[in-house]
T-cell receptor, first 111, second 115 residues
């Protein structure tokens, strides 16, 4: 049972444009959501998070939006840069520190 | 940010042997560490949750006698893959929880290849 789903395995955008990565979840007990970035043969690095009491959190070029009624969150990167090319994972927790990850989306930012 | 190291980064072993992977939190104390496995183009699958000074909690389908986890101190957890087989070949990643809200800091991973 895949409780966190990233339906787009890949996304390609032009440098300077906006990248939008999407994530859906099914478990209504999830109350904290995170995005991680991962390069090949490396561990994921934390990007940004959002609590279920909020609908938006912004940190520099990264903004995460949460739509609880739709059980959907998205990560916006603007402007996109070639160095942003990586696999992005969304993750969710239902209190505590145990995380459930999505399958990941490979973002490619073309110069 | 918090730094987590893993050793070794890459290991090749023969079928039937055991391999130990270390995970260390370098600049903070981690009461909880997590072990994940990632197959190519797949998500990170949680294998077990390791709490300092107590037995690890394994996810469904993960053999605790095959994947031995020890969390002897607040900065070190080890995963031992016993009697490794080629199907155990994977990318193993540990993480350390630095708070109660779900943020985890990941190690760089260990590529295990069993021949």
């Amino acid at each position: 049972d895949q409780q966190v789903k990233q339906n787009s395995p890949s996304l390609s955008v032009q440098e300077g444009r906006i990248s939008i990565l999407n994530c859906d979840y099914t478990n209504s007990m999830f109350d904290y959501f995170l995005w991680y970035k991962k390069y090949p043969a490396e561990g994921p690095t934390f990007l940004i998070s959002i609590s279920s009491i909020k609908d938006k959190n912004e940190d520099g070029r990264f903004t995460v939006f949460l739509n609880k009624s739709a059980k959907h969150l998205s990560l916006h990167i603007v402007p996109s840069q070639p160095g942003d090319s990586a696999v992005y994972f969304c993750a969710a927790s239902a209190g505590g520190s145990r995380l459930t990850f999505g399958e990941g989306t490979q973002l490619t930012v073309n110069p | 940010g918090a730094v987590v190291s893993q050793h070794p980064s890459r290991v090749i072993c023969k079928s039937g042997t055991s391999v130990k992977i270390e995970c260390r939190s370098l600049d903070f104390q981690a009461t909880t560490m997590f072990w994940y496995r990632q197959f190519p183009k797949q998500s990170l699958m949680l294998m077990a949750t390791s709490n300092e000074g107590s037995k690890a909690t394994y996810e469904q389908g993960v053999e605790k006698d095959k994947f031995l986890i020890n969390h002897a101190s607040l900065t070190l957890s080890t995963l031992t893959v016993t009697s490794a087989h080629p199907e155990d070949s994977s990318f193993y990643i540990c993480s350390a929880g630095a708070g109660g809200l779900g943020e985890q800091y990941f190690g760089p991973g260990t590529r295990l290849t069993v021949t």
